[in-house]
């Protein structure tokens, strides 16, 4: 069984940062292309950031461009996501996901696998 787990959530105040990490067992964080998404309260679920199974290769939607960065840990079977400059907007509950295939996707029904969500509130 693969499970995801996120961490690193909270409340922080506009401008300020976040670091969030999701632990993946098994070998999905090892050869499996991962993605970050997010759902605000009554919004549906919006994709912010992918990466190939080696990290060479990553990409931003346009509201995380220049603020966010994705990196990933294959010997700890980790993935991460700082969060810089954060903004209200950026108010919601995080996921990590990860695919069955080696690339990237923007597309969340492409995603086999789902952690249970970290939340963050961005308070202006």
């Known amino acids: 069984q693969v499970q995801l787990v996120e961490s690193g959530g909270g409340l922080v105040q506009a401008g300020g940062s976040l670091r969030l990490s999701c632990a993946a067992s098994g070998r999905t964080g090892r050869s499996n292309a991962m993605g970050w998404f997010r759902q605000a309260p009554g919004k549906e679920r919006e994709f912010v950031v992918a990466?190939?199974?080696?990290?060479?290769?990553?990409y931003y939607a346009d509201s995380a461009k220049g603020r966010f960065t994705i990196s990933r840990d294959n010997a700890k079977n980790t993935m991460s996501l700082q969060m810089n400059s954060l903004k209200p907007e950026d108010t919601a509950v995080y996921y990590c996901?990860?695919?069955?295939?080696?690339?990237?996707?923007?597309?969340?029904?492409?995603?086999?696998?789902w952690g249970q969500g970290t939340p963050v509130t961005v308070s202006s």
């Open positions: 990466i190939n199974w080696s990290g060479s290769s990553t």
């Open positions: 996901a990860a695919r069955t295939d080696r690339n990237w996707s923007a597309d969340s029904s492409s995603y086999a696998y």
